[in-house]
């Protein structure tokens, strides 16, 4: 889950992108811990925009709240962190539209993972006040083929400095300004697989305005194929948006089987 060190390492051969006209072209921010870097231009002002259109008929659904597993009574509600945003994903698996199979495609030839290690993505729309309280991305305690080793944001506009906004990482005392295009990408893991406790992060108050994100998380292992065929194909007849009973049944299965077991019985079903 390192791979992005390699190219901070100056290690070209992963590098298949340059700058100039408008091309993506990479920015190191940290090389220690965390490891953040920048790739500007990843997503043209097409793509961006395409990826809003998709969103924002289906934003109005309140962000839902997380589970967490306790290890005694199952699933509870977590302690979330306080969110002042509406979220959709968007669940296309192996049925992404030309746009996105772009994206992907330009993030791979980076990052070095194959897009059958990106979860679904997730967009968001901050308005006025909006903000996204300091959290982890990674599990404290996730399977390993669950561990959300690396995060992407896609900065689908952008955000000048005066209206707040930034995505800010407090114990590395750095703040990120969104720009359309950009794609922000740090590591919540460490090499031996723990947190790195230097990844807490957050989205500070949107002082006005708008602002649309893209969240896209790559996992440790390769995503199982019911994953990215069966689920995606009942999103997409359902107007996109995961139905509460696909939520339920995995709830259930992780309460019945523990963490690991139920992911795989669900992918398996």
């Known amino acids: ?21 408008g091309r993506p072209f990479l920015e190191g921010v940290r090389d220690d811990s965390p490891v953040v870097y920048l790739i500007h231009n990843l997503l043209t ?13 289906r934003v109005s659904r309140p962000v839902p709240e997380e589970l967490e ?31 996105m199979k772009s994206i992907d495609e ?40 669950r561990e959300k080793v690396i995060t992407v944001v896609y900065c689908l506009d952008s955000v000048p400095a005066e209206s707040g906004g930034a995505l800010y990482f407090p114990k590395a005392s750095l703040r ?10 740090y590591h919540n893991s460490l090499e031996d697989g723990s947190l790195d406790p230097f990844s807490l992060h957050g989205d500070e108050e949107l002082r006005q305005g708008v602002k649309w994100s893209a969240f896209q998380w790559i996992y440790a292992t390769p995503v199982p194929l019911a994953s990215r065929t069966i689920i995606p194909a009942i999103s997409m007849a359902s107007g996109g948006n995961r139905p509460s009973w696909v939520l339920g049944i995995y709830a259930w299965c992780v309460k019945q089987f523990g963490l690991a077991r139920g992911y795989e019985i669900l992918n398996h079903m």
């Not at 390192?2 to 590098?15: K, T």
């Not at 290890?71 to 192996?94: L, Q």
């Not at 308005?127 to 399977?143: A, I, T, V």
């Open 176 to 185: 990120i300004q969104p720009r359309k295009g950009m794609a922000i990408v």
């Open 45 to 57: 002002d097409e793509e961006s925009d395409h990826l809003v259109r998709l969103a924002e008929p």
């Open 106 to 145: 330009k993030l791979f030839s980076i990052i070095g993972f194959p897009a059958n290690y990106f979860a679904d993505l997730q967009v968001n729309q901050f308005l006025e006040g909006g903000l996204y309280g300091m959290h982890y991305d990674s599990d404290w305690r996730p399977p390993a083929s």
């Open 69 to 99: 597993f306790d290890g005694a009574e199952g699933f509870t509600p977590s302690k979330t962190p306080e969110r002042r945003f509406k979220a959709t994903t968007i669940s296309r698996g192996v049925f992404k539209d030309a746009h």
């Open 1 to 21: 889950w390192n791979s992005g060190q390699a190219i901070l390492e100056d290690q070209p051969d992963r590098l298949r992108l340059y700058p100039g006209g």
